[in-house]
């Protein structure tokens, strides 16, 4: 009989000592950035009980965290209310995609009568099964106001769910250019109905990068090595952006020698669900990559996803701090939407709202990957340009191409809900260097010089002058 190492017991404890240091850093950790930010946060498991908190939902209710983990919501905003976020919930569980709501959150504790949005999202685990809901609250009151003058009055409650209606589509695998998608299918390509009677070699439409993997479960249904087709991929759509596919589909036909004939299956378009689960960093299935995707939504615009004021700020403090160090300057440009109050009251908002994303991309296609496309709010954006020059000439040579690319490139006209509009920019630009000027100054220049513009007749950039414009 082998005789037992002594030292093992005592180096298996030290280990357990290590992992339950690391586990308690990492609790800590996940504790700390749960209460760094100031939405509302909360987790629950798939039967409704509270699983973890942060302070400010703690708050809400008049509870401590410690207090609501392992209650319901029927503890502490009544039945009524607990019955509704319970729908939604199961919403979330039995479709698999985030939800989000808008309205106000009450509780016994407060009365609160701004407006929330709320963002309900399923948590899964390591082999994809949903464990639970994830949700958060961010009082959206301030950005509502300013809403408020463009929208209807009467729009209080925005409901969206993630998901999309089916596609099918049949393979023959005899042919070549056996491949036809349904109607439903070439809407989600942005093609039309005719074109679900066209024949196509299979795999066309897929993005390069997702093509080998696809490919892979293909050849895996095949040869009989899984029992389905199953495979996530980007599909050119005809505006020529990339939509997210989720497609799935098994042989129907064989051959008496067992070669399989055809194929048939479905595709959903699950761009929306990429979206989110890029956001959130939905990975791992556990708080600490949620939580830091949360982090990120306090950074960007919901509407455009562009940086918001937040995060401008932040960088401009770092661009003038790389400026001091490398003696080069920057250039700031704020850029206004002529008659876009027009646009709206004309066309309606929602074609607002598509002209503000259509003007982002626009915008986002103009810099450089250094430099920064803000959106401050309404129809007004910045862009914060690095690293131009030591010649404060040469500098201005480079800030004016780039403002001169922006205005041929908003100048085009947009297609939107199927009517071509036009719209025009008027810019006004300032440079900096190094810490001479504070970030606020800054923006209160450029927004001079665009008023500049504006008056000088608009779809124009203006530079601020030192000695008054």
């Not at 996530?232 to 952006?241: I, Q, T, V």
């Not at 791992?284 to 615009?301: G, P, R, V």
């Not at 010089?449 to 601020?464: I, V, W």
Request: net charge negative; proline share 3%.
């Amino acid at each position: 009989m082998a005789i037992d190492d002594p030292s093992q017991p005592l180096e298996r404890l030290h280990n357990n000592d290590a992992a339950t240091l690391a586990l308690q850093l990492s609790e800590n950790l996940l504790r700390n950035l749960l209460e760094t930010i100031p939405d509302r946060i909360w987790l629950k498991d798939t039967h409704g009980i509270h699983l973890a908190c942060n302070a400010a939902f703690a708050e809400h209710v008049g509870a401590t965290t410690a207090q609501i983990v392992g209650t319901d919501d029927a503890h502490w905003f009544g039945k009524a209310l607990a019955e509704e976020f319970l729908r939604a919930d199961r919403i979330v569980i039995q479709t698999g995609q985030s939800l989000t709501l808008e309205g106000t959150m009450p509780s016994a504790q407060h009365n609160d009568p701004s407006v929330y949005e709320v963002i309900k999202t399923p948590m899964r685990d390591a082999n994809g099964n949903i464990i639970g809901v994830l949700g958060m609250g961010r009082n959206i009151q301030a950005r509502k106001d300013t809403e408020a003058r463009l929208r209807d009055a009467t729009e209080q409650l925005e409901l969206a769910l993630m998901g999309a209606d089916l596609g099918r589509w049949d393979h023959d695998l005899s042919v070549e250019k056996g491949y036809y998608l349904d109607e439903r299918s070439c809407a989600m390509l942005g093609r039309e109905p005719a074109e679900s009677t066209h024949g196509r070699a299979w795999g066309h439409l897929i993005h390069p990068d997702d093509l080998p993997g696809t490919l892979d479960a293909m050849r895996a249904h095949l040869s009989g090595d899984l029992p389905a087709y199953e495979a996530e991929y980007r599909a050119r759509h005809m505006a020529g952006h990339w939509v997210w596919l989720g497609n799935r589909g098994k042989v129907v036909q064989v051959s008496d020698s067992g070669k399989p004939l055809r194929m048939v299956g479905t595709l959903m378009d699950i761009s929306k669900r990429k979206r989110v689960e890029g956001e959130l960093l939905a990975t791992q299935a556990e708080l600490q990559s949620t939580l830091k995707a949360i982090e990120h939504l306090a950074f960007h615009d919901t509407l455009t996803g562009l940086p918001n004021r937040r995060m401008l700020i932040d960088r401009l403090e770092t661009a003038l701090a790389a400026s001091q160090r490398n003696q080069t300057h920057g250039a700031l440009l704020f850029l206004d939407l002529d008659k876009f109050k027009a646009l709206n009251d004309s066309f309606g908002h929602d074609v607002g709202d598509l002209m503000l994303q259509e003007v982002a991309q626009r915008l986002v296609h103009c810099i450089r990957a250094v430099d920064t496309v803000a959106r401050l709010g309404g129809d007004e954006f910045v862009l914060l340009i690095q690293n131009l020059s030591g010649s404060v000439d040469d500098a201005k040579l480079h800030a004016s191409t780039v403002g001169h690319k922006i205005l041929a490139s908003l100048n085009e006209p947009y297609l939107l809900k199927d009517v071509v509009h036009r719209i025009t920019p008027s810019i006004g630009a300032t440079l900096f260097m190094g810490h001479a000027l504070d970030g606020a100054e800054l923006l209160k220049q450029a927004d001079l010089a665009m008023y500049e513009a504006k008056a000088k007749g608009r779809n124009t950039m203006c530079f601020f002058k030192e000695n008054g414009l």
